[in-house]
């Protein structure tokens, strides 16, 4: 980390501990530290390194989601000033699971580590159509749209939505990523998406990937 004066966060974050988390945002915002130096020397390091743990097979999927919700705590409080402040997010990713799919913890785990990763993010939810998928870019022009499938009968939904992206002229506009049980490298190249990730901790990697 940065700085020592966001070792507490940071600390918080990692034990998943979102009542210090929260209460020693406030303590930070109140003692006058800049909500976008909160968020990038404590809140994104501190996800950065619970990642790095669950990579390496120190934590696992429940640790990661405790640790995630502490995060959010701290940016419960960070987001109202960082949009004030006109903070440019890393990105911004349009998130759902896609069509005929009602699965949602694997999603909901990868946009908290995306908005670790600060990024600004769309969560479209679940079972959601190609159509929805089109119409939420054309809107807001996102970087990228990440999309999840938790079954093998839910995963050519993936396919449409990548053909009516190209289909309406905006495959050149974002970048795709998928993810998902079923899922893998091989089909994300088939299916002509950008990337794919095994897990919420490398989404958040892949997402930063793509934008360089």
Same mark, same amino acid.
């Given at each position: ?22 209460? #020693? ?5 109140? &003692? ?5 130096? %909160? $968020? +990038?020397?404590? /809140?994104?390091? !501190? ?15 429940? #640790? ?5 919700? &502490? ?5 419960? %409080? $960070? +987001?109202?000033? /960082?949009?004030? !402040? ?34 600004? /993010? ?91």
């Amino acid at each position: 980390m940065n700085d020592d004066k966001f070792k507490s966060i940071y600390q918080g974050i990692v034990a998943g501990d979102a009542n210090t988390v929260k209460q #020693e945002v406030q303590v930070a915002v109140d &003692a006058g530290f800049s909500a976008e130096d %909160i $968020l +990038k020397q404590g /809140l994104v390091p !501190a996800m950065r390194e619970v990642g790095e743990l669950f990579e390496k097979g120190e934590y696992y999927v429940p #640790e990661m989601l405790i640790s995630a919700r &502490a995060m959010q705590r701290g940016l419960e %409080i $960070l +987001k109202p000033l /960082l949009a004030s !402040a006109e903070v440019d997010p890393s990105g911004t990713v349009v998130l759902g699971t896609v069509k005929g799919d009602l699965h949602d913890i694997g999603k909901n785990l990868v946009g908290m580590m995306l908005e670790g990763a600060g990024f600004s /993010l769309i969560d479209l939810g679940t079972d959601v159509s190609a159509d929805q998928f089109v119409q939420t870019v054309q809107k807001n022009q996102p970087d990228i749209v990440a999309m999840s499938a938790l079954l093998t009968t839910t995963m050519p939904a993936m396919k449409t939505t990548v053909d009516a992206l190209s289909d309406a002229g905006l495959r050149g506009q974002v970048k795709i990523m998928i993810g998902g049980a079923p899922v893998t490298e091989e089909y994300a190249k088939n299916i002509g998406a950008d990337g794919f990730a095994p897990d919420a901790s490398r989404a958040a990697s892949l997402a930063l990937k793509l934008l360089e």
